[in-house]
T-cell receptor
Framework: GAGVSQSPRYKVAKRGQDVALRCDPI?????LFWYQQALGQGPEFLTY????????KSGLPSDRFFAERPEGSVSTLKIQRTQQEDSAVYLC????????????FGPGTRLTVL | RKEVEQDPGPFNVPEGATVAFNCTYS??????FFWYRQDCRKEPKLLMS???SGNEDGRFTAQLNRASQYISLLIRDSKLSDSATYLC????????????FGQGTTLQVKP
């Protein structure tokens, strides 16, 4: 079956622009996670959804970052007024109900803020 | 201090060598640990879970020492295809599936 997909794969934004990154999890997966991976670093947790409920947003670095999953499937991560330090790969991962061991990651969106 | 710490390397080894990676974690309440593999410009993929009793999958052996808060990964008979970044991962005592990643250790296997 299809894996986790993300779009766009690459995004270049001018500083101050707003961007929206999309994640399509594996069909039926209940849990969805967003991570930010800076160059040379491991992924850092941003936020977590169980179905449409955002249960943990402790990793969002500022109020410029906003995520939603209104129907419990597709999720969007929005970054307002982008800054250069937002440049990173944004990874989405999903888990089935009761799943715990293996998160299935999408290919990521590489965001470059100029 | 990061919750999961790894030596970033790089580790450069010849084919056939045995290489060991170590990782420490600071949250003693963490329950589950994993090694993920990440190829250049690709997404992380689960390599193996880590258990206190130790577990082996072919050429790969993972070990967890809860007393020392220490995790290891041993790769025997290295192949060129093992070249990648290996991410040490814990659950940070979360029961949601949230993952806490180390910085990653880069392995380069040379012919």
């Amino acid at each position: 079956g299809a894996g986790v997909s993300q779009s766009p794969r690459y995004k270049v934004a001018k500083r101050g622009q707003d961007v929206a990154l999309r994640c399509d999890p594996i069909s039926g997966h209940v849990s969805l996670f967003w991570y930010q991976q800076a160059l040379g670093q491991g992924p850092e947790f941003l936020t977590y959804f169980q179905n449409e409920a955002q249960l943990d947003k402790s990793g969002l670095p500022s109020d410029r970052f906003f995520a939603e999953r209104p129907e419990g499937s597709v999720s969007t991560l929005k970054i307002q007024r982008t800054q250069q330090e937002d440049s990173a790969v944004y990874l989405c991962a999903s888990l089935p109900a009761g799943g715990y061991n293996e998160q299935f990651f999408g290919p990521g969106t590489r965001l470059t803020v100029l | 201090r990061k919750e999961v710490e790894q030596d970033p390397g790089p580790f450069n080894v010849p084919e056939g060598a045995t290489v060991a990676f170590n990782c420490t974690y600071s949250n003693s309440a963490s329950q589950s640990f994993f090694w993920y593999r990440q190829d250049c410009r690709k997404e992380p993929k689960l390599l193996m879970s880590v258990y206190s009793s130790g577990n082996e999958d072919g050429r790969f052996t993972a070990q967890l020492n809860r007393a020392s808060q220490y995790i290891s990964l041993l790769i025997r008979d290295s192949k060129l295809s093992d070249s990648a970044t290996y991410l040490c991962v814990g659950d940070g005592s979360s029961n949601t599936g949230k993952l806490i990643f180390g910085q990653g250790t880069t392995l380069q296997v040379k012919p």
